[in-house]
């Protein structure tokens, strides 16, 4: 059955008000743009990293967990990791090099979110020559030696300071800010395709409604 036949049964089940800003919101979200997490463990930057991405409008997120879990904190997350795709990826021994295969598999250019001999500065970074998977790495040693050895590109934000380094969660939302400006100035075909919409909407309701699960249950019995 037709995802977008399921969507407007469940639409019926929230406030018009909701729908609109689904409808108003969706038209603004992106997968050009993805945002890979390696081994954070400090709930309140795993969190702030998953506002950032609903803030500026960027669908999906990648978990990688070889040694940490990974946790949110309700306080800083602010409910806003249930808009958002998120992909954990667990199961394997190394989950770095799997999931970046897979990334790169579907389009991706793998950009490494740390300074490098071969980096290029925030402002100079060209959205135009394809998808963009931003990899930030955990919180003490920055991303694995897999994660860099497997980077096609490296990304740095200018500094001028004598700190050297920004924090992960501020790294995160200084990148997607500039980054989700620009690509909205562009002339890149960046919005989601139909059928990714009626996904993400599916997502979406399913989160605002209670005993969903039950009422697919019997919108799909009366299919």
Not at 52 to 75: A, L, M, P, R, Y
Not at 198 to 208: A, D, G, H, P
Request: glycine share 4%; charged share 25%; hydrophobic share 35%.
């Amino acid at each position: 059955m037709e995802i977008s036949k399921i969507n407007n049964q469940l639409k019926e089940f929230i406030s018009e008000n909701r729908e609109q800003l689904f409808q108003n919101k969706i038209k603004e979200r992106t997968e050009y743009i993805t945002v890979v997490l390696e081994d954070l463990y400090q709930k309140h930057n795993s969190s702030a990293v998953l506002r950032s991405c609903d803030c500026f409008g960027i669908q999906n997120v990648h978990i990688i967990e070889n040694k940490n879990t990974f946790q949110t904190s309700k306080e800083v997350d602010m409910g806003s990791s249930k808009w958002l795709s998120i992909n954990q990826h667990n199961s394997n021994q190394d989950n770095t090099t799997n999931t970046i295969i897979k990334l790169k598999e579907q389009g991706y250019r793998i950009i490494a979110t740390t300074p490098h001999s071969n980096d290029v500065a925030l402002e100079d970074f060209d959205l135009t020559k394809g998808k963009t998977a931003l990899l930030f790495g955990t919180e003490l040693t920055g991303l694995s030696d897999k994660a860099m050895n497997l980077a096609d590109e490296f990304l740095k934000i200018p500094m001028y300071g004598f700190t050297e380094s920004l924090n992960i969660s501020v790294s995160a939302a200084i990148i997607l800010h500039f980054l989700s400006l620009k690509l909205r100035n562009s002339n890149i075909n960046w919005k989601l395709n139909n059928i990714r919409k009626q996904e993400v909407l599916f997502e979406w309701y399913n989160s605002s409604i209670k005993d969903s699960n039950k009422i697919i249950e019997k919108i799909l019995l009366n299919f």
